[in-house]
């Protein structure tokens, strides 16, 4: 009763909120947010925590992460408030099935200015600043990066890093350990997806990128599928190379079975940590998705507050986490259950470019990294990847 109750009041708070301010059809809707949704409203922090503000300029979303934490102590980095507009900038720029890069439209910058001027908002009425700004996969393949970052810069003041895959990944490694070493941490995108670890009393963050994220996962393997079963095998043979590929070129050479023994040998945890509210991968196996009478949720703002409605609970050795840890078992069962009108529900519009092919693809690669690695179960935690960036910004 209380998950459901908490659900229909996240629905009512996002749809008062959403409904004053709707984009035209062929522009981006408003952003949202979660923990403190509402956009007029300052967060209330406790007494000696100063607030930080990040961007995270996603290949699918733009996102602003509002934190506190007491001076100089890392681990005491909280969460106030999240925000995200999608802008489907990945898309834009590179046709998954061509393999081209692109630039991004003129219109589509003008979008970017626009959303960053808000989080600058946000920001303000928080008691924060804007500290990082990290743009990921999108921006190195956009044929024209340096012409947004110029035009951001002049019209806000924000300065966009283009992020390399190495600080991509480290900065998610940050987030999600909050300065623990002996960890492995999966941050899942839509164009790419990042692996990084830090043997125990290690201060080395090792790290792969590897560009083949959930929808170019989706769009070349599972979704011409002739059925779930057949497509999720496809992505995870080609997942499985190409993060094998990735770890062969670090020095020195490394490779999923070496993880896996470093795992064993107790060097790593069992677990796999991921990062960030939005997407969760919990949502999906655990039928947090599913519509009355069987079918899928396919309104944007139903999903934000399915979201929003979801308990978070303090684990020792973690932190704050999104939700209880995800088991191989979950993961089995929620393949089992995929069957074919639910396929193709999740491969087609609306719900395809809400979550769907997130939730095609996202679980079959924790479900091959649990396997591969030898790990338990899956842990995740609400920081953004923006959290690490603006810790990496802190501590220098």
């Known amino acids: 009763m209380n998950a459901a109750r908490a659900w229909i009041q996240g629905l009512l708070v996002l749809t008062a909120i959403t409904s004053l301010s709707r984009a035209p059809a062929d522009r981006p809707a408003p952003c949202s947010c979660l923990i403190q949704p509402d956009k007029n409203a300052a967060i209330v922090r406790a007494p000696g925590r100063a607030v930080y503000c990040g961007l995270d300029l996603g290949s699918r979303s733009a996102k602003l992460s509002v934190v506190s934490m007491e001076k100089d102590r890392m681990t005491t980095i909280r969460d106030e408030r999240q925000c995200k507009r999608t802008l489907g900038f990945g898309a834009l720029v590179f046709d998954s099935r061509t393999k081209t890069r692109r630039a991004l439209p003129n219109e589509s910058i003008g979008d970017l200015v626009d959303t960053i001027r808000e989080y600058q908002r946000i920001c303000a009425l928080d008691g924060g600043t804007v500290v990082a700004a990290g743009a990921t996969q999108w921006s190195r393949d956009a044929t024209n990066i340096a012409d947004v970052t110029a035009r951001v810069k002049s019209d806000t003041g924000v300065n966009v890093e283009v992020l390399t895959p190495a600080q991509e990944a480290e900065f998610a490694y940050v987030a999600a350990a909050a300065g623990a070493s002996g960890r492995i941490v999966l941050d899942p995108g839509s164009n790419s997806f990042e692996l990084a670890w830090q043997e125990r009393g290690s201060t080395q963050i090792r790290t792969v990128l590897v560009e083949y994220g959930y929808v170019r996962g989706a769009v070349n393997d ?175």
Do not use: C
């Open 222 to 396: 599972v979704e011409p599928a002739r059925d779930y079963e057949s497509g999720r095998a496809a992505y995870q043979s080609t997942a499985r190379t190409q993060i094998d590929e990735q770890l062969a070129r670090l020095t020195p050479p490394a490779s999923l079975a070496a993880l896996g023994q470093l795992v064993s040998a107790g060097a790593i945890g069992p677990d796999v940590i991921t990062l960030g509210l939005d997407g969760a991968v919990f949502l999906y196996p655990r039928g947090l998705l599913r519509a009355p009478g069987g079918g899928w949720i396919s309104d944007g703002h139903a999903y934000d507050a399915v979201l929003a409605g979801q308990p978070r609970s303090t684990d020792p050795s973690y932190g704050l986490m999104a939700a209880a840890p995800l088991s191989r078992a979950e993961l089995t069962a929620y393949f089992s259950s995929i069957g074919s009108a639910d396929f193709k529900t999740l491969a087609s519009e609306p719900v395809r470019t809400l979550y769907g092919q997130k939730a095609l693809v996202v679980p079959a690669l924790v479900d091959l990294l649990l396997r591969e690695l030898g790990a338990r179960q899956l842990v995740m935690v609400p920081q953004e990847n923006a959290s690490g960036h603006m810790l990496a910004k802190l501590l220098r």
